[in-house]
């Protein structure tokens, strides 16, 4: 799945930093061909400890995680939707990518210059917030003139068009975004086809110091981060940009040290990949065998055939049958034997809907 989320925040705030992890902590590229990746796009493995368990129990020569990715947003300055800086480079990143990682800085060093001049992570995050804000109003502003004369002539699209941009535009006017609206399925389609920067949806990440680590519940500045997050509708996550790129550069034994000496379970980046990944309603299905077991990315809703074409489009095209095992039912039955004995194997035809963590061998014929 192409998916991929923008990295944005103001400069020194620890967005570059946060990036520099991300690619050091990147796939390997020999597992993935086909790929071309930017200098400005990071890919990274989504931590997932369900494969280890399935290799486990299914032993596999090789193991494959899923991936995904974030792309590193030009810095933006205030006026950007007027274009300063390089505010017009910085708005069409944006529209390029399919979730928003804002980085906000929650942490207060001399030795590091505020473009502001103080540390005000909500004064930072309206800064970014508004400029989105006036560049979709500029935009819904000339759609609106466009489809108001068609709309006189009763045309049935241009009057539901016309209906949801009259719903964005004054909350836009008051500097709001588009994902603070409820709209039907219907109005849903339309919004996706205006392609605004604030319909996209967001986490706001807190960039705390080191010794914050354990404990960023009580980080003056992330407490803010979070209420501000939390009245949108949207996540929060706290992590130390700086420590994370030095994490990256461990092997996972010296990794897992540092995170205990540190007191936390999980390294950030690995949280926040988790956080992106499922903000898009990405979920995860497997394939096992002998010679790989393997991670794969499909969209929460997606049919077993439109699944089976993530791995090939022969096997979409060619489609007959879903041999399915619930990662929970092998997890406790430690077999696909035992499995199949207990009756939890299920063959699944076109219409059903793949579940996260499904274990599947398609069968097609092309």
Request: charged letters at 30%; hydrophobic letters at 40%; a negative charge.
């Given at each position: ?11 020194n ?7 520099n992890?991300?690619?050091k ?8 061909p ?26 596999a ?13 030009a ?38 210059t ?5 540390v ?16 979709d ?40 975004s ?18 605004l ?13 080191e ?29 130390s ?15 897992q040290?540092?995170l205990?000496?540190e ?92 579940e ?11």
């Amino acid at each position: 799945m192409a998916l991929t989320a923008g990295i944005v925040g103001l400069p020194n705030v620890g967005k570059s930093t946060l990036f520099n992890a991300i690619t050091k902590a990147g796939a390997e590229m020999a597992n993935y061909p086909f790929a071309t990746i930017d200098p400005n796009v990071g890919m990274v493995e989504v931590p997932d400890d369900r494969l280890n368990r399935i290799t486990d129990l299914i032993p596999a020569k090789k193991i494959i995680k899923t991936t995904f990715e974030f792309t590193d947003i030009a810095g933006l300055v205030k006026g950007a939707s007027k274009g300063e800086g390089l505010g017009n480079k910085f708005l069409e990143n944006i529209r390029q990518v399919d979730a928003i990682v804002h980085v906000v800085r929650a942490f207060d060093d001399d030795n590091i210059t505020s473009v502001t001049g103080k540390v005000d992570p909500i004064e930072d995050i309206e800064t970014i917030n508004l400029e989105l804000s006036l560049s979709d109003l500029d935009s819904v502003t000339k759609r609106f003139s466009k489809v108001e004369k068609v709309a006189r002539t009763k045309d049935k699209d241009a009057l539901a068009e016309l209906e949801v941009l009259n719903k964005i535009k004054p909350v836009l006017e008051e500097g709001g975004s588009v994902r603070s609206i409820e709209f039907t399925e219907e109005e849903q389609k339309i919004v996706k086809g205006l392609f605004l920067l604030t319909s996209k949806p967001i986490i706001y990440v807190g960039n705390i110091a080191e010794e914050n680590m354990a404990n960023p519940e009580d980080v003056e500045y992330f407490k803010l981060i979070k209420e501000y997050a939390n009245n949108e509708g949207a996540d929060a996550l706290a992590i130390s940009a700086k420590t994370e790129e030095e994490i990256a550069t461990l092997d996972e034994d010296e990794r897992q040290e540092f995170l205990e000496a540190e007191g936390v379970t999980e390294s950030g980046l690995d949280r926040l990949i988790k956080a992106a990944y499922y903000l898009l309603g990405l979920q995860t299905f497997f394939t096992a065998g002998e010679k790989e077991t393997r991670a794969w990315t499909f969209k929460k809703g997606m049919k077993a055939p439109q699944v089976a074409g993530v791995i090939h489009s022969d096997f979409e095209r060619g489609f007959i049958r879903a041999e399915v095992v619930a990662f929970d039912d092998l997890d406790k039955y430690e077999s696909m034997q035992k499995v199949k004995e207990a009756g939890r194997m299920r063959l699944e035809g076109k219409e059903y809907i793949v579940e996260d963590g499904d274990i599947i061998e398609f069968r097609f014929n092309v």
